[in-house]
């Protein structure tokens, strides 16, 4: 937590980026209303709400509400000292404070396939950078019915409150590991029975011709490279998503979604 600055000699008022630096910022927050509603309804620890001073209309009400039941801290801030907390523009007059996002192990993950009675549906990101794609990705396979997500701890996105808005509060129920070596969890996934789907824009087979039921682990590469060699090497079969125009790449959200949703086709059938 960093000490406000004063103004200049000028009494001029400093740059939004320079009062947004010298505020309180915290790592591990969530914006926006939905993403709260989820968060408070999910029953996860939170340190404290707050919400932008004189906002009661339409889900703010039930905010505070579902924050006084839970007996969660509440705190009203000014539009202005809400703004340069804020770390997305649109945050709804809403920001929840939270522990640091509680990443799992893969055990856990295989684990509640388990539980549920069902085969391991798992999804392995190669170095997704962008916290808009991780978070679209997450919401994606929260609704599809993926077990838990694996991602490596470096040149990757990590759980942030952009990723946590994004998802609309799918992070909350959704398992994450976060690894150190992808290839080397991949093998841990094969050890367990898994068969190990890469995307690969340069093999033979649509996704839609390839047996994707019984236990699962589907790759996503980078956004720009794909996937590595290395990971490459390591998956059972690389499947590809037709492509009819001048581009020939989807993002890599759209595409995780494409593939994650003909798996729970399949699997459904």
Not at 53 to 75: C, P, Q, T
Not at 180 to 188: F, G, L, P, R, V
Request: net charge positive.
């Amino acid at each position: 937590m960093k000490n406000s600055k004063k103004y200049n000699s000028k009494n001029e008022r400093p740059k939004k980026q320079e009062v947004k630096n010298s505020q309180e910022t915290y790592d591990d927050q969530v914006e926006g209303r939905n993403a709260v509603i989820e968060l408070l309804e999910s029953g996860k620890d939170i340190n404290k709400i707050f919400v932008t001073k004189g906002e009661r209309h339409g889900s703010i009400n039930k905010i505070i509400s579902m924050a006084k039941e839970r007996k969660v801290i509440l705190v009203e801030k000014d539009k202005r000292q809400m703004e340069q907390m804020a770390q997305n523009e649109n945050y709804q007059g809403v920001i929840a404070i939270v522990p640091p996002f509680e990443y799992c192990e893969i055990e856990d993950i295989l684990d509640k396939a388990k539980e549920l009675n069902e085969d391991p549906f798992i999804l392995i990101l190669d170095g997704i950078e962008d916290p808009h794609n991780l978070g679209s990705i997450i919401r994606t396979a929260e609704t599809a019915g993926v077990h838990g997500i694996i991602i490596p701890k470096r040149r990757a996105a990590a759980v942030n409150s952009t990723v946590n808005k994004v998802s609309a509060g799918a992070v909350q129920y959704m398992k994450i590991a976060r690894v150190t070596n992808i290839t080397d969890s991949i093998e841990k996934l094969k050890e367990n029975g898994l068969w190990i789907c890469g995307t690969d824009i340069h093999t033979d087979t649509y996704y839609y011709n390839q047996d994707l039921k019984g236990p699962l682990g589907i790759v996503i590469g980078n956004e720009g490279a794909g996937m590595s060699d290395r990971v490459k090497k390591s998956c059972d079969f690389l499947v590809k998503i037709p492509m009819k125009g001048k581009v020939t790449s989807l993002n890599a959200s759209v595409s995780a979604g494409i593939v994650i949703y003909e798996a729970m086709k399949q699997k459904m059938k």
